[in-house]
């Protein structure tokens, strides 16, 4: 096939390529708050997070960050996102639950910190909340599912809500507008290498 063959089957297919995407694009014209749910085995939900949260910043929205699990304060994101304006950040675990071995005293940490999560999901001028390893808490039993649920449905209209933790519970994805689950294909620390900084944390 000649050259110019090649570049009017390419544009013949691109043609209608951006018929069928314009088409959809015209259909979405819908405006509300997303819920979006970010799960699977795989590195980089709470990343993909951070991502979405530097996008809201630079439309200069206010966002409010809770982390349920991690019990740390010296993470890159952290020390990063902390030093930006609009931002509320709060860091609501103890640590992995193999770390605290104590159900009751984790179960009273999240507790406390969903009371947190409960106003930032009420707050209108709080345009993204992102609930990082949220899904941990339901699995153990630490919150309640169904009181999560009628929070984040009773959030204002146009807020968005990010979950992110492995073994998200069906009710929740359901819920959600968006669900992407990330695959554990390979990760660095099963060849014996430690977490890097700006990477890893």
Avoid: C
Wanted: charged share 25%; aromatic share 6%; proline share 2%.
């Amino acid at each position: 096939m000649s050259s110019d063959d090649k570049n009017t089957r390419h544009t013949t297919r691109m043609v209608r390529k951006k018929a069928v995407i314009d088409a959809a694009i015209e259909q979405a014209n819908q405006e509300k708050g997303l819920l979006l749910v970010l799960t699977g085995n795989g590195k980089g939900k709470s990343s993909s997070a951070f991502g979405m949260m530097a996008r809201a910043l630079g439309y200069g929205m206010k966002v409010g960050v809770a982390q349920f699990i991690k019990g740390r304060s010296d993470t890159g994101e952290e020390a990063f996102f902390r030093s930006q304006a609009n931002v509320e950040w709060h860091v609501l675990g103890e640590g992995f639950t193999w770390n605290t071995q104590d159900r009751e005293r984790d179960t009273q940490t999240a507790q406390a910190g969903w009371a947190i999560a409960q106003r930032m999901l009420r707050d209108p001028d709080i345009k993204l909340v992102i609930l990082d390893e949220l899904t941990y808490t339901i699995k153990y039993g630490y919150l309640d599912l169904t009181q999560i649920l009628a929070d984040i449905a009773g959030r204002p209209a146009m807020q968005h809500v990010v979950v992110t933790g492995r073994g998200a519970p069906a009710a929740l994805t359901e819920m959600a507008d968006t669900v992407s689950e990330i695959m554990d294909v390979k990760h660095a620390w099963r060849a014996g290498i430690k977490a890097q900084p700006g990477i890893d944390l």
